[in-house]
């Protein structure tokens, strides 16, 4: 195994680049892992974290803030060299095209993007944490909402913002807000909904993601969908965001129904947000997964609905917007009752465990909150408890549930829900563990993500099952499958891709987990 390093000084570049080159060095012959960041103190720590900066790099200095570095780990050193000069190569390419006269009319500043189209109202920013809150500050003083992609952000940085945001009247979604929809157009990662009368604020991207394509699926459609970024409803920030979004949406006039979305909330912001939503005339659905509707006090406030899934708040935002959705069922329908009776049948003995291979942290949250109510405890990186944190991420213990997109596996990569390999080799981990039975994971479709994701995951759930087969064991692998009709990455062929290689798929991730934990709960006390 071969680990070099490539530092290539003054050479800036976007997250999005470097999610492009990172994806294009791991899929090299012979690369094992690769990363490619700008060469900041934190990106550094992280990678010493992520094994990837090599030993003896300790306490050397390796570029700086305004210097790009790659880092390639390879089967062989022929192979690390070969990665490094084809990132010479595209970035040499890259710089090339920067300097031709295509690039030369593009606006290089905010203030000339705004003079070039005064109309400009919203500013999309993507650039390193160090140097995002700049920008956003002066673009809010510049008069536009702003949506901060970026993530390292400091906490001071975004009280200040959103602050500043709230005087000047405008919307500050982030800081590492990765989704929302405005006016129908997708920002991020967003999926393709019809255009309709639910409106959203959202503290969780893939939450975002899963609530507007159930409503989609439903047969309804959005109005607005809005992020807050995932700190927005601690204590320090105090819900700044979903509280000025809220404003928006009741103030709306396209906007009938409205829906809140957020992993648990510190309380005190949890009552206040349920507060202000009671103030207003419109019917409001809240969703604060695995929180209590808490101590506001909503006596009279008839418009507000509580719901504990991602499904269940698309279910009953659609049908307080006069839709038809589906009633949820008690009972699991025939075809999955036999599904789950067929799987338990196979399993031998000593297959006990439930492991959770998710791109999203809030559908593994919320898989999380499902399996532990029949399972008991789930390790995970993200825990619902603090004593069921796994002591090293990179290793299950009973069950287990994963975010990779935490930021332990996504500094210098691109996210999982663009790049696979980190999941697609814990899923063959996984596979191998005899105590495994049930696989479970989430494939996010929609613009940003992996442009054809069952390429790559069906091959390695047929791998994974023909694996266990070999060594006389059943494995299951379920899907939870996000994503419309209307995504570019087609949402029939994806769902059929992955059902002839074995798995079961299902658009509801609670329902996935439920399946999940139906499936092992007769072999916990095996």
Not at 58 to 84: H, T
Not at 220 to 228: R, Y
Not at 395 to 423: C, K, N, W, Y
Request: glycine content about 10%; charged content about 20%.
């Amino acid at each position: 195994m071969a680990t070099h390093l490539l530092v290539r000084r003054n050479f800036y570049c976007d997250s999005v680049a470097l999610m492009t080159l990172s994806r294009s060095l791991t899929a090299l012959p012979g690369v094992e892992d690769a990363a490619a960041v700008m060469s900041t103190e934190m990106n550094q720590t992280l990678l010493r974290q992520a094994g990837l900066l090599p030993e003896d790099t300790a306490g050397a200095e390796i570029g700086g803030p305004n210097d790009l570095l790659i880092i390639v780990r390879a089967s062989s050193e022929e192979a690390a060299d070969a990665a490094l000069q084809a990132a010479e190569s595209g970035l040499q390419a890259r710089r090339s095209s920067e300097t031709g006269t295509q690039a030369q009319q593009r606006p290089i500043s905010l203030e000339q993007a705004i003079r070039r189209q005064p109309a400009l109202n919203l500013a999309f920013i993507s650039v390193p944490g160090a140097y995002a809150a700049i920008e956003a500050r002066q673009a809010l003083l510049d008069g536009l909402h702003v949506l901060l992609f970026s993530d390292n952000v400091s906490l001071e940085q975004e009280i200040a913002l959103k602050t500043l945001a709230n005087e000047r009247g405008l919307l500050l979604m982030g800081p590492d807000c990765g989704t929302a929809i405005i006016n129908g157009v997708g920002l991020g990662f967003a999926n393709v909904v019809p255009r309709g009368s639910i409106g959203l604020v959202s503290a969780s991207g893939t939450g975002l993601q899963q609530v507007t394509c159930l409503i989609a699926e439903y047969g309804s459609g959005v109005s607005q969908a809005l992020g807050t970024g995932g700190r927005d409803l601690t204590q320090a920030v105090g819900g700044r965001t979903m509280l000025a979004g809220l404003e928006l949406l009741q103030q709306d006039p396209a906007t009938q129904v409205i829906v809140l979305l957020s992993k648990p909330p510190a309380p005190e912001v949890a009552r206040r947000v349920i507060e202000r939503a009671a103030q207003g005339a419109k019917p409001t659905v809240i969703a604060f997964l695995g929180a209590e509707p808490g101590a506001a006090d909503t006596r009279g406030a008839a418009q507000l609905h509580f719901a504990g899934t991602l499904s269940e708040a698309a279910r009953l935002a659609v049908q307080l917007a006069g839709g038809q959705a589906p009633q949820p069922g008690e009972a699991m329908p025939d075809g999955v009752r036999r599904a789950i009776q067929q799987a338990r049948t196979a399993l031998k003995p000593g297959q006990r465990f439930v492991r959770g291979i998710f791109s999203g942290g809030t559908l593994c949250d919320e898989a999380m909150a499902e399996l532990c109510a029949s399972l008991g405890p789930i390790y995970s990186n993200i825990p619902l408890r603090p004593d069921w944190r796994l002591p090293d991420a990179k290793v299950s213990q009973q069950h287990t549930a994963i975010d990779f997109g935490s930021d332990e596996f996504t500094v210098g990569r691109p996210h999982p829900m663009i790049d696979a390999g980190l999941r697609l080799r814990r899923l063959a981990q996984e596979a191998a563990d005899p105590a495994t039975a049930v696989i479970l994971l989430d494939i996010v479709l929609g613009f940003g993500a992996h442009a054809d994701p069952a390429s790559e995951f069906a091959p390695a759930i047929e791998r994974a099952k023909a694996a266990a087969a070999e060594d006389g064991r059943s494995l299951v692998c379920i899907v939870s499958l996000c994503g419309t009709a209307q995504d570019p990455q087609g949402l029939a062929e994806q769902r059929a891709a992955l059902a002839r290689a074995g798995a079961l798929v299902f658009a509801e991730n609670a329902q996935a987990a439920r399946v999940a934990a139906a499936i092992v709960s007769e072999q916990q006390g095996a």
